[in-house]
């Protein structure tokens, strides 16, 4: 496999800052108690046809100026992202600016993003935003790259929502489950086999208009927990755990633009053994615990801020207390990336980078034909026995990484 370094090399190397200082009545930014864990990079690509670009005017060597002007008047409005990290709780919004890179590739470009060593993190989005966060941002740093007279108006909620304890803000991490074994795959589901999926649910469980999210994630979740069982030699109890954005869901509702991470998540029974991991009462199952979230007070009653504090103040891994093998997925099908315009079109395809650190693990992506990429860690092991699921040929295709080689 050829090595990253020899794939690409670097051009230029920039620091930007606003474009307006940030007036110091907002230098002090608080972390949320959902701020303070560290989340994993989310590193966001996105692909532009060459012909697309070729329309800029001036040609397309001003495009890195042009980002770069845009870039710099966004955070202008998202000044926290400029700012330096002064403790767990706290940003000091200082105008140190953001890393910005030009590189040259001579590969293809996917070939670069998804190889397993990569350290190319080209969008990332870290403690100070969640996948809703990261869309706003880009979708304000599209619109001002367009239109420099823009007018965007994020909403930064700060610690308003989730205090720090009582006791004073979290001092040292929340620990996560890590597998240096850990391996990543891609699988597609294009918008026909979707459909398939959906029909299928709908007949066999009776449940009406179930969602593109709630069929891939079963489907993702039984094949890992039937190759995880058969990988380990006998059943393993297990349970599927989602994220779900808040904003909607408390009382008043928050503007759609508020940045931070704004989260709880759901949980599925424990599953004890095979009959339970069917795909109709999988499904069905998701959308309950789904709902159930409705009648809740998921300010008070949130169940990832329980799970942060347990993981917090015993010391072990989240999710530790629960006794069972934990799937986690997040899902950014609620966001159009794959529409992000900075006027010269639309992307030929988003994607994430390489975030294979976590085992058990999904990430649902929107694809520009109305499909959606599914990536899944798993350990070597479990993968290979994940790939050959019935279920799994039937429905989506693999993104062989083979084809980095």
Not at 160 to 181: C, Q, T, Y
Request: proline fraction near 7%; include cysteine.
């Amino acid at each position: 496999m050829v090595s990253v370094s020899k794939m690409l090399s670097t051009i230029s190397k920039k620091i930007i800052k606003p474009s307006s200082p940030t007036p110091s009545t907002q230098r002090c930014h608080k972390l949320s108690l959902l701020d303070q864990r560290p989340y994993n990079y989310m590193p966001l690509v996105f692909f532009y046809p060459k012909h697309q670009v070729a329309t800029i005017p001036n040609g397309p060597k001003q495009l890195p100026n042009l980002l770069a002007n845009s870039v710099s008047k966004t955070l202008t409005c998202y000044y926290p992202w400029a700012g330096s990290l002064k403790d767990n709780a706290t940003i000091d919004c200082d105008d140190s600016g953001v890393e910005f890179f030009e590189v040259q590739i001579s590969s293809q470009m996917d070939k670069v993003i998804h190889h397993p060593n990569s350290n190319i993190k080209e969008l990332t989005f870290r403690q100070v935003g969640d996948a809703c966060s990261a869309y706003y941002f880009l979708r304000d740093w599209a619109a001002l790259t367009r239109n420099p007279n823009a007018k965007i108006s994020p909403y930064f909620a700060e610690d308003s929502l989730f205090p720090s304890p009582f006791d004073g803000p979290l001092v040292a991490s929340v620990i996560e489950s890590k597998n240096k074994d850990c391996i990543q795959k891609r699988f597609v589901f294009s918008d026909s086999k979707l459909s398939a999926l959906k029909a299928y649910i709908a007949d066999e469980s009776g449940l009406q208009n179930p969602t593109r999210s709630e069929v891939v994630n079963a489907l993702l979740y039984k094949c890992a927990a039937f190759a995880v069982s058969g990988s380990s030699g006998s059943f393993q109890r297990s349970q599927l755990i989602q994220y779900s954005n808040l904003r909607e869901r408390i009382s008043p509702p928050l503007p759609p633009s508020t940045i931070g991470n704004i989260l709880t998540v759901f949980s599925t029974p424990i599953y004890n053994n095979e009959r339970d991991l069917r795909l109709p009462k999988l499904v069905r199952d998701i959308r309950k615990y789904k709902n159930n979230l409705s009648s809740k007070n998921n300010l008070e009653e949130n169940e990832w801020v329980v799970e942060m504090l347990d993981a917090y103040r015993t010391g072990k891994e989240l999710f530790n207390q629960r006794n069972c093998d934990v799937y986690l997925c997040s899902s950014t099908l609620m966001y159009e990336y794959e529409k992000l315009d900075f006027g010269w079109g639309r992307p030929a395809k988003g994607s994430l980078g390489n975030v294979g650190q976590f085992s058990k693990n999904f990430i649902l992506m929107n694809t520009p034909d109305r499909g959606v990429e599914a990536f899944v860690n798993l350990n070597e092991q479990e993968m290979c026995l994940f790939d050959k699921d019935k279920d799994l040929l039937e429905f989506p295709t693999p993104i062989d990484r083979d084809n980095l080689n």
